[in-house]
């Protein structure tokens, strides 16, 4: 059973730090591309970041600079490392895997940020 969860959320000021972390269990992050997903209140998931199968990495040009999405092989997890966080980054982020097919997605975790 595929799995993914989500932790590492909080509220923090603008100009702050939070790490996100996506641990995987029912499949293997290396084996295929994980990615990021924010979704801010009353909008769609947007695609922020992705880490692909061979470690390269897509950013969306809004976080740029600012996130790096990263890849524990032996923790079988995916962090995304936000700085310079911003008020309109606000959103629950969520990280998603495929696996024969499917499409899988955590929970999200819950990110504020304020003035």
């Known amino acids: 059973q595929v799995q993914l969860v989500e932790s590492g959320g909080g509220l923090v000021q603008a100009g702050g730090s939070l790490r996100l972390s996506c641990v995987a269990s029912g499949i293997t992050v290396t084996d295929r591309t994980v990615g990021w997903y924010r979704q801010a209140p009353g909008k769609e998931r947007n695609l922020v970041a992705e880490?692909?199968?061979?470690?390269?990495?897509f950013y969306d040009a809004s976080v740029k600079g600012r996130f790096t999405i990263s890849r524990d092989n032996a923790k079988n997890t995916v962090y995304l490392q936000m700085n310079s966080l911003e008020p309109e980054d606000t959103g629950i982020f969520f990280c998603?895997?495929?696996?024969?097919?499917?499409?899988?997605w955590g929970q999200g975790t819950q990110v504020a940020v304020s003035l």
């Open positions: 880490i692909r199968s061979n470690r390269d990495t």
């Open positions: 998603t895997a495929w696996q024969s097919g499917t499409e899988y």
